[in-house]
């Protein structure tokens, strides 16, 4: 066999729906659009506290980037149901660019204040709570049925794993150069996404039913969710996943500097660390072919994501944590890519954009909670004690979910087909 023969494997065993055109352009614009995204947190968390030497102020600045997610939920929901995925999101990508604009120009002029920041978090956290519920909405529309988990697996990715570039490149940004060129960085990245999108053929939109009530259709996601008997369950773990595990933007800018003695470029390379285990783990996830082999990585994704924050909280130097980044980051995204798959594999397309929308809620507003009490925290304790116990109680209430009937039937035999989407 030839080495084209072995890549022609390869890729047809792992990214078997890039081979369609407009889930290639989608998944382009996703990653590029991610990596803006994850750039931009390290940049503005250097920033901030750089500026005011305060790890409760770089939690309100991820609070204000992921509450909105939690705010406007059912409206974002409802648009990406209502209207074309495709102009919904070529609309909220063009708000980023011009937000990482305006932040640029603030920042290069020398006028930037900490509660630009903020208020510009807010600005940029409304319209990923746009991009992201379209972008896997639309995933599902752009491949035939039988390649639908692995479309699924790789949108997943390029959000798990994007941060790889953006975080790659904050380094020696912010090490050599000035903050501004961080974010004009960002732009660029983010502007690459609005042509990608454009060009995508295929329309898709949800089920808006007349015959239902305005409330009762913004509403629609959170009916499934809170209904459905598998769902809801894994929705609440995935809940303490999140907050227990995944909350860290606030607690790294901190440990880079107090813990590992590598000012902005550690913290750079910290999230660029968790960003390629992340990629690697959402990969591994989209390869994996049989529901029990799921099932049982889910668990052990699970256990890995707590031993892992614990591991690079007691790390003493730089490339040990590092090291141990690149594992967390591979645990988290594994776990979060299993659940996408779950959810979509479970859900109807009609109320596709609506339920992606509902977890966001929960996600973000989860995330956006416990990054400001643990940025909070870090002012007064510690941060790798913070991130040691938030670690630990996540490996313990994994040991508890195996008491819950229907979380244990998905980790013995995956999505059972009862469940599966129709």
């Keep these: 066999m030839d080495v084209m023969q072995i890549i022609r494997s ?14 290639r352009l989608l998944w382009f614009a996703s990653f590029f659009a991610g990596s803006g995204n994850w750039g931009l947190i390290v940049a503005r968390g250097w920033l901030i ?19 909105p997610r939690f705010l406007l939920t059912a409206v974002t929901g409802y648009l990406v149901d209502r209207f074309d995925r495709r102009a919904v999101l070529a609309w909220s990508i063009g708000v980023a660019v011009v937000h990482n604009m ?6 290069l002029g020398g006028l930037i204040q900490v509660w630009h920041l903020l208020v510009l978090s807010l600005i940029d956290g409304s319209a ?23 479309a699924i697996a790789l949108n997943s990715a390029t959000q798990q794993g994007s941060r790889l570039v953006g975080a790659a490149a904050m380094g020696p940004l912010l090490t050599y150069l000035d903050p501004g060129v961080a974010f004009l960085f960002c732009t ?3 502007a690459l996404c609005i042509p990608l999108v454009l060009l995508i053929r295929t329309s898709s939109t949800g089920v808006v039913e007349s015959s239902r009530g ?68 959402s990969l591994v996830v989209g390869g994996i072919l049989t529901e029990r082999m799921r099932g049982r990585l889910l668990v052990l994704f699970g256990i890995f994501s707590g031993v892992s924050n614990i591991a690079l909280a007691v790390a003493t130097s730089l490339p040990l944590a590092l090291l141990f980044a690149t594992a967390m980051g591979a645990a988290q995204a594994g776990f979060m890519t299993i659940f996408h798959l779950v959810v979509q594999s479970t859900v109807s397309d009609d109320v596709r954009g609506r339920v992606s929308s509902v977890n966001n809620l ?9 990054n400001l009490v643990n940025g909070s925290l870090a002012d007064l304790i510690p941060a ?7 670690g630990g109680a996540f490996v313990v209430m994994m040991g508890a979910s195996l008491l819950v009937l229907p979380l244990r039937g998905l980790y013995a035999g995956g999505v059972p087909a009862k469940a599966a989407a129709h």
């Excluded at 990923?128 to 692995?150: F, I």
Aim: hydrophobic letters at 55%; one cysteine or more.
């Design 214 to 281: 305005a409330v009762e259709n913004l509403l629609a996601g959170f009916f499934y969710l809170y209904r459905h008997p598998l769902l809801l369950p894994f929705l609440l773990l995935v809940v303490g996943h999140c907050a227990l595990t995944m909350a860290f933007e606030s607690l790294l800018p901190v440990l880079s500097r107090e813990k590992l003695n590598a000012e902005g470029g550690g913290f750079g390379y910290l999230m660029m660390a968790v960003g390629a285990g992340g990629l690697a783990g």
């Design 102 to 107: 305006v932040l640029a120009a603030l920042v």
């Design 384 to 390: 790798p004690w913070v991130l040691a116990a938030t």
């Design 128 to 150: 990923r709570a746009t991009q992201m519920p379209a972008s896997a909405a639309l995933a599902p529309n752009l491949v035939p049925r039988k390649y639908l988990l692995n």
């Design 10 to 23: 390869v890729g047809a065993h792992w990214f078997p729906s890039l081979q369609y055109r407009d889930s």
């Design 188 to 190: 660029v990245l983010y």
């Design 362 to 370: 929960h996600i973000g507003g989860m995330m956006a909670v416990f």
């Design 49 to 67: 506290f750089d500026i005011s030497n305060s790890s409760t102020l770089v939690g309100m600045a991820t609070f204000a980037a992921m509450i």
